[in-house]
């Protein structure tokens, strides 16, 4: 049966609420935050004369005003407000309440701050020269790689630039927070990590965590970049809440909220690979430098996940990965849809083409001899690659999309074309995304089950829903567990005061860590029901419960207790009891009652019909200090074929078919997992070819809407699109054999940029170099690639 997305009739109806959809107070105010126009500069002083003669202005508050300054995720190194020193264009300085939304921008010009200007760095180059890090290098190696260097047939070596890219989700940063009595605080925002706005907001306003509730009802998209990025918003409505007691709300627009707010990590990185005259790769030596921006934010467990994914799909038994965050004066980039795993995905795919062009062989020749296979099946941090599919996936594509002819067709095409015609690339690559965090103490979860009267059910748990459809699937699973419609099972909105020490809803584990956690407690009370329903079907009905009328004449049911659960696939035994399309029937004596009137037996019978489940990862063994150990629960895989179109006029790109196979185990919603794969596939496809963000010299982004930052819209999907999920019914570390989706399929675009190389490498100038163009592919990169005369008057890209 197809079940749509549970929200899928109000987004299409219009009545889905978000943040901003919230009935203002009536003595509400808005709030405006003045930023920094400077990268790296003292604040002299602030003048808000101007501003208080304005009939909307309330007041103003800075860091002055908050018990605690400091927050972040892995180090509190990040002022909420900006106090002596600002370290990016987009810093928030100063915050204004005002009475009236639609003053508020010109209220914000009303603030003189002068500035004395230090020295930014403004690029990695820079950053490395000025010994300007986030953390310390790491390191994670396997084998002897400066040893195998030295012994195998061919070296190649190179760098590659992959920039970042903006998160584009349609609601901006967005918080409403309510004052409550007794210095209570109610905040609502569109965070993917509820409970640390929670804790950020307890600690920025002097609070304990039981003053504070984190409400998110839903999130208009998010992808990593309302993980940590949400929480000072939030912060900020809590403080003029707090101190005004009066409702706050804080909405930024697109282009305040693209300035302000970080990005995907760009990378910087440097290789060297060895291998011998088969294409069999035995050395690799990775050097990873980020962009961390100003602040530390997320960028240490992004470089980690980075270096943990420089194999990708590939076995390469010398490996030396090094990876450091550089500080900059950007503003602070974070999670985005991969995590660092892209950046890295996108580097060891490029050294494949680049080894194929050097042995003028074809790269999925090269691709297919490295794959994780047979024995060569232990990743360089010392996971072995259990059930692997990546062969499987490789052959079946290779065939099904057709390959070998239509790199034929290509081949001719390319050499007979006309000057003008457009250059054709081809590429098949893959990708292997360890599922869980890296971080081991994130990977729990936790839910409340709470069966009423009636027989419908509301599930709460930490997940927060923007878009990816974890509702739905936590819903089908409890309903599913129950033998009920999932009409009649309902998520909540994410709420603090019932889910505590949540982790965010990220690493694509959403559905793993809450979905189990949600199966957790309903099996406890199913274990309860079924004993209710083997004593309801050995008693004469005229003596149940609810026909006694209250009367206190029958006997009750003792019911014990499941034991302690810790795996979501363990079956309970339900002693035969059958629950089922809405019924729960006896497999032997056939008798039957309805799932609702045995609810309703069982509430009378003082049962209880509510529940709470934990779940937490089993075996997960990674160590950070050695870079050694079990760093994922499992994999996801998938194959993708792409190719592509290159103008030699206008460098512009066109995908022209797209063929994805993956292996996402046993989907709960088929539906949405494939929404997750072309909507992941899609999305990456803009950041490796058209999403360009161009900062002026001052570290400002100038491309902050829309008009100037070029998303994909319907047009730049491919011509041809194929999606396929190879049958999977082998996972069975995961709850009911399904694995998560919402990352790994941004990682197969990166075919569409080695595609790109492609095309540009059949011109007779790249006939012995790999072209090494920046990610993403601009038209502007691939024309300057092309015609490089063109640009010999204009300038040095940016
Ligand atoms: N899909 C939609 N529609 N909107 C989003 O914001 N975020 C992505 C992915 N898919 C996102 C999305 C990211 S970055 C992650 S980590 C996962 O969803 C998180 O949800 P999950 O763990 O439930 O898959
Ligand atoms: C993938 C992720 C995250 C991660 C590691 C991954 C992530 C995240 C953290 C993290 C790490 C340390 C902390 C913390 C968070 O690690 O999203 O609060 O102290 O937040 O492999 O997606
Ligand atoms: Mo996703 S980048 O882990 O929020």
Not at 495 to 509: E, G, I, L, Q
Request: aromatic fraction near 8%.
């Amino acid at each position: 049966m197809k079940i749509p997305h549970d929200s899928a009739h109000t987004h299409v109806s219009g009545t889905s609420e978000y943040i901003d959809d919230r009935a203002a107070h009536f003595d509400e105010v808005f709030i405006g935050v003045v930023f920094s126009t400077e990268p790296h500069a003292k604040i002299l002083s602030i003048d808000s004369s101007k501003l208080e003669k304005h009939p909307d202005f309330i007041t103003l508050f800075t860091y002055k005003d908050l018990s605690h300054n400091k927050w972040g995720s892995i180090f509190q190194d990040q002022p909420l407000i900006a106090e002596e020193i600002v370290q990016f264009v987009g810093e928030p300085v100063v915050l204004i309440a005002s009475r009236d939304r639609f003053s508020v921008e010109a209220l914000k010009k009303l603030v003189t701050i002068k500035y004395q200007p230090l020295k930014p760095i403004l690029s990695i180059d820079d950053a490395i020269k000025a010994n300007s890090y986030i953390g310390d290098e790491r390191t994670i190696q396997s084998g002897d790689c400066e040893a195998a260097l030295q012994k195998c047939d061919h070296l190649i070596s190179g760098s590659v630039v992959i920039r970042g890219a903006d998160h584009f989700y349609l609601e901006s940063q967005a918080a409403v927070a309510y004052p409550l009595e007794d210095n209570q605080i109610e905040i609502h925002s569109s965070s993917q990590h509820s409970v640390e706005v929670q804790h950020i907001v307890a600690h920025a306003l002097g609070l304990d965590s039981k003053d504070v509730v984190c409400i998110v009802k839903r999130i208009g998209g998010a992808f990593g970049g309302k993980e940590s990025q949400a929480a000072p918003f939030a912060a900020f409505a809590s403080l003029v809440a707090h101190k005004l007691k009066r409702p706050a709300r804080l909405i930024l627009t697109k282009d305040d909220d693209m300035i302000m707010t970080g990005k995907r990590n760009p990378f910087q990185n440097e290789y060297v690979a060895g291998f011998n005259r088969d294409g069999k790769i035995v050395a690799l030596k990775v050097k990873l430098r980020s962009d961390g921006g100003a602040y530390a934010d997320l960028s240490t467990a992004i470089m980690e996940r980075a270096m943990l994914h420089c194999d990708n799909a590939y076995f390469i038994p010398n490996m030396l990965i090094q990876g450091r965050v550089c500080k900059t004066h950007f503003h602070p980039h974070t999670a985005f849809r991969g995590f660092g795993g892209p950046q890295a995905v996108a580097t060891i795919e490029k050294i494949i083409e680049q080894i194929a062009k050097h042995l003028d062989k074809d790269p999925l020749e090269i691709r297919k001899t490295n794959v994780y296979q047979g024995n060569n099946n232990v990743t360089h941090y010392g996971q072995p690659v259990e059930n692997n599919v990546l062969p499987e996936l490789f052959d079946k594509l290779e065939t099904d999309s057709d390959y070998w002819n239509r790199r034929k067709i290509i081949k001719a095409h390319n050499s007979n074309r006309k000057w003008n015609e457009p250059l054709l690339g081809l590429s098949l690559t893959a990708v292997k995304f360890g599922i869980s965090f890296t971080t081991r103490f994130l990977n729990q979860g936790n839910a409340l089950v709470l069966i009423h009267r009636d027989g419908t059910v509301q599930v709460s748990t930490g997940a927060t829903e923007m878009g990816q459809g974890v509702n739905t699937r936590i819903a089908q699973l409890v309903s599913e567990a129950l033998g009920i419609s999932i009409l009649n099972t309902r998520v909540m909105p994410t709420r603090t005061d019932k889910n505590a020490n949540t982790s965010p809803t990220a690493a694509s584990a959403g559905t793993d860590l809450n979905g189990s956690a949600a199966v957790i407690a309903t099996n406890k009370i199913k274990f309860r029901l079924a004993q209710v329903a083997r004593n309801l079907f050995v008693t004469d009905p005229a003596l149940y419960a609810s026909k006694t009328g209250g009367l206190g004449t029958q006997a009750e049911v003792e019911v014990t207790e499941l034991p302690h659960q810790t795996n979501p696939n363990k079956e309970v035994d339900t002693f035969g009891i059958e629950f089922k399309n809405g019924k729960v029937t006896d497999s032997k004596t056939k008798k039957s009652i309805s799932f609702e009137s045995l609810i309703n037996e069982a509430y009378l019978n003082r049962v209880s019909l509510s529940d709470y489940g934990f779940y937490r990862v089993a075996d997960l063994g990674f160590n950070k200090l050695t870079g050694k150990g079990q760093a994922f629960l499992y994999f996801t895989n998938g194959t993708a074929v792409n190719e592509v179109s290159v103008s030699p006029i206008n460098g512009e790109v066109k995908i022209l078919r797209t063929d994805i196979l993956m292996d996402l185990g046993r989907p709960i919603n088929k539906g949405l997992d494939l929404g997750q794969v072309t909507g992941g596939f899609i999305q990456g496809a803009g950041w490796v070819t058209t999403e360009n963000l161009y900062y002026d010299s001052k570290g400002k982004l100038l491309s902050h809407s829309p008009s100037t930052y070029k998303i994909p819209n319907i047009q730049d999907t491919p011509r041809e699109f194929n999606v396929n999920l190879l049958e999977n019914l082998g996972n069975d570390k995961n709850v009911r054999g399904t694995k998560a989706v919402g990352e790994p399929p941004l990682l197969l675009s990166i075919g569409v940029w080695t595609a790109v190389n492609d095309a540009i490498s059949h011109l007779p100038e790249y006939e012995k170099k790999y072209p090494s163009i920046q990610l993403p592919a601009t038209a502007e990169v691939c024309l300057r690639a092309i015609q490089p005369d063109l640009f010999k008057t204009v300038g040095a890209n940016k």
